[in-house]
Antibody, heavy 123, light 106 residues
Framework: DVRLLESGGGLVQPGGSLRLSCAASGFTFNRHAMGWVRQAPGKGLEWVSVIGAYDGSTYYADAVKGRFTISRDNSNNMLYLQMYSLRAEDAAVYYC????????????????WGQGTVVTVSS | DIQMTQSPSTLSASVGDRVTITCRASQSISSWLAWYQQKPGKAPKLLMYKASSLESGVPSRFSGSGSGTEFTLTISSLQPDDFATYYCQHYNSYPWTFGQGTKVEI
């Protein structure tokens, strides 16, 4: 079974940093792009970032570009999101998600999601 | 950026009803559209991709159609398990964006 387990969320002050992790299992990790999607309390889904399966290509939402960095460790089936200069509006549940197509660098839809990790930004 | 607009924002329906949710893109996205279902406190679940392809394991009462800028998600006979919020998402170009969601309630 596909499993995505996020960790690393918590309370951080405005301007602070946090690194989210996602441990993946149950599929060939290095053959799927991976992404992060967030959801602020009571709000809708917001795409954050995506990383290619094996070419290192990365893309970001305008709201996080220059502040967040997505990366992956294919040897250990791990996905990361390094977040800097956090703002109140970054507070959300952050979901790790798996791209639905095997082998393509990045396709675009997410067929499996983790349960999310909560990021709170407050002083 | 491509904006995705769903309508309605809230939909009141009964078990057995045929339900249609519309998603409009601010510019053409061909068929690069996915639909998700989300229940409170849970992660989203993929229903459809490439506008009209049913994800494995999703009941056949769900169907998707459209291309270009207008898309629909139809539930042919609403079941109790279908009361949830539904989101469309385009993946035509970066940045990918989601619609604001449609809550299907009793």
């Amino acid at each position: 079974d596909v499993r995505l387990l996020e960790s690393g969320g918590g309370l951080v002050q405005p301007g602070g940093s946090l690194r989210l992790s996602c441990a993946a299992s149950g599929f060939t990790f290095n053959r799927h792009a991976m992404g992060w999607v967030r959801q602020a309390p009571g709000k809708g889904l917001e795409w954050v970032s995506v990383i290619g399966a094996y070419d290192g290509s990365t893309y970001y939402a305008d709201a996080v570009k220059g502040r967040f960095t997505i990366s992956r460790d294919n040897s250990n089936n791990m996905l990361y999101l390094q977040m800097y200069s956090l703002r109140a509006e970054d507070a959300a549940v952050y979901y790790c998600a798996k791209d639905g197509v095997w082998g393509a660098t990045i396709f675009g839809y997410f067929d499996y999601w983790g349960q999310g990790t909560v990021v709170t930004v407050s002083s | 950026d491509i904006q995705m607009t769903q309508s309605p924002s809230t939909l009141s329906a009964s078990v057995g009803d045929r339900v249609t949710i519309t998603c409009r893109a601010s510019q053409s996205i061909s068929s690069w559209l996915a639909w998700y279902q989300q229940k409170p406190g849970k992660a989203p679940k993929l229903l459809m991709y490439k506008a009209s392809s049913l994800e494995s394991g999703v009941p056949s009462r769900f169907s998707g159609s459209g291309s270009g800028t207008e898309f629909t998600l139809t539930i042919s006979s609403l079941q109790p398990d279908d009361f949830a919020t539904y989101y469309c998402q385009h993946y035509n170009s970066y940045p990918w964006t989601f619609g604001q969601g449609t809550k299907v309630e009793i």
